[in-house]
């Protein structure tokens, strides 16, 4: 079954305490990309990623981090997380490269509580 | 910047009634329109989609008009069920960029 695995799928930890939410995909896809989930702004991409060892700079970037060693894999890293980093984060992927054609899938979804 | 409008929720419906969800967007360039869909607990999924002016998407019975001249996306549906509940999410993709843009959603509850 094609699809986006994200973990974990909640998480509550203490501010500064480094996580670290992993992503994978099983479609082969080139693309994969972070977003984030909040209410009233609907979701803003933090980071994406065109192919392996390729990532740049989404919307809201600060204080996170990315790394995309297997095409397949795509963590996101808070290295010292702090309570606005609280949100529901979900991770996508598509075939290819730009957003326009292709259906992006997204995993479940990790809520994440800082304190 | 691109940047998608949709209409505040939350919307709420008796089974059967008819749907309009409104969407409007600003792009600088010729984007892609999406509508997702988000279940409780899940995921977003791909409802719909339209890439170039006065193209129609339709999934579901779900139904949304690509409209340039009034730069608009808006979702409708003839009949609605309970199992349409969900969070309605409005997108757009400019050819070439690297990311979808969002609206804030608007979360729909269908009452029996």
């Known amino acids: 079954e094609a699809q986006v695995t994200q973990n974990p799928r909640y998480l509550i930890t203490v501010t500064g305490k480094k996580l670290t939410v992993t992503c994978s995909q099983n479609?082969?896809?080139?693309?994969m990309s972070w977003y984030r989930q909040d209410p009233g702004l609907g979701l803003r991409q933090i980071y994406y990623s065109m192919n392996v060892e390729v990532t740049d700079k989404g919307d809201v970037p600060e204080g996170y981090k990315v790394s995309r060693k297997e095409k397949r894999n795509f963590p996101l890293i808070l290295e010292s997380p702090s309570p606005n980093q609280t949100s529901l984060y979900f991770c996508?992927?598509?075939?290819?490269?730009?957003?326009?054609?292709?259906?992006?899938?997204f995993g479940p979804g990790t809520r994440l509580t800082v304190t | 910047g691109d940047s998608v409008t949709q209409m505040e929720g939350p919307v709420t419906l008796s089974e059967e009634a008819f749907l309009t969800i409104n969407c409007t967007y600003t792009?600088?360039?010729?984007?892609?329109l999406f509508w997702y869909v988000q279940y409780p607990g899940e995921g977003l999924q791909l409802l719909l989609k339209?890439?170039?002016?006065?193209d129609k998407g339709s999934n579901k019975g779900f139904e949304a008009t690509y409209r340039k001249e009034t730069t608009s996306f808006h979702l409708e549906k003839g009949s609605v069920q309970v199992s349409d509940s969900a969070v309605y999410f409005c997108?757009?993709?400019?050819?070439?960029?690297?990311?979808?843009?969002f609206g804030q959603g608007t979360r729909l509850t269908i009452n029996p």
């Open positions: 792009a600088t360039g010729y984007p892609s």
């Open positions: 996508a992927s598509t075939l290819t490269g730009t957003t326009s054609s292709y259906e992006q899938y």
């Open positions: 997108a757009l993709s400019d050819w070439g960029a690297q990311k979808l843009v």
């Open positions: 479609m082969n896809h080139e693309y």
């Open positions: 339209a890439t170039k002016a006065d």
